[in-house]
């Protein structure tokens, strides 16, 4: 009954730009806090970012802050990740997940996770 679908996944180069989304259906989407996940070949799956549902209060990976951005529209049940400045190590299968609410970026209390959209940054 409840899915998750990430797209707006694709190639770009270093230095680009790419918009993800999730878009959530059979949820109460306004009751969970989403996070993102990444996961490269060989390496173990890391959190990105998160947002919470309860204030909106948003949390970035080291890694990632200052060029990611992540916001939600309950509105269209769906959570974004701007994604500015790529790098190569950028790459990866970005997946999705809901859950109870952020401690930093992970997410506690997961229940659903999407498939995940690839990311490729190559020059």
């Known amino acids: 009954q409840v899915q998750l679908v990430e797209s707006g996944g694709g190639l770009v180069q270093p230095g680009g730009s790419l918009r993800l989304s999730c878009a959530a259906s059979?949820?109460?989407?306004?009751?969970?806090?989403i996070g993102w996940f990444r996961q490269a070949p060989g390496k173990e799956r890391g959190g990105v970012s998160c947002i919470s549902n309860s204030d909106g209060s948003t949390y970035y990976a080291d890694s990632v802050k200052g060029r990611f951005t992540i916001s939600r529209d309950n509105a269209k049940n769906t959570v974004y990740l701007q994604m500015n400045s790529l790098k190569p190590e950028d790459t990866a299968i970005y997946y999705c997940?809901?859950?109870?609410?952020?401690?930093?970026?992970?997410?506690?209390?997961?229940?659903?996770w999407g498939q995940g959209t690839q990311v490729t940054v190559s020059s």
């Open positions: 059979g949820l109460t989407f306004r009751y969970h806090s």
């Open positions: 997940a809901a859950g109870r609410g952020c401690l930093g970026t992970e997410l506690f209390g997961v229940n659903y």
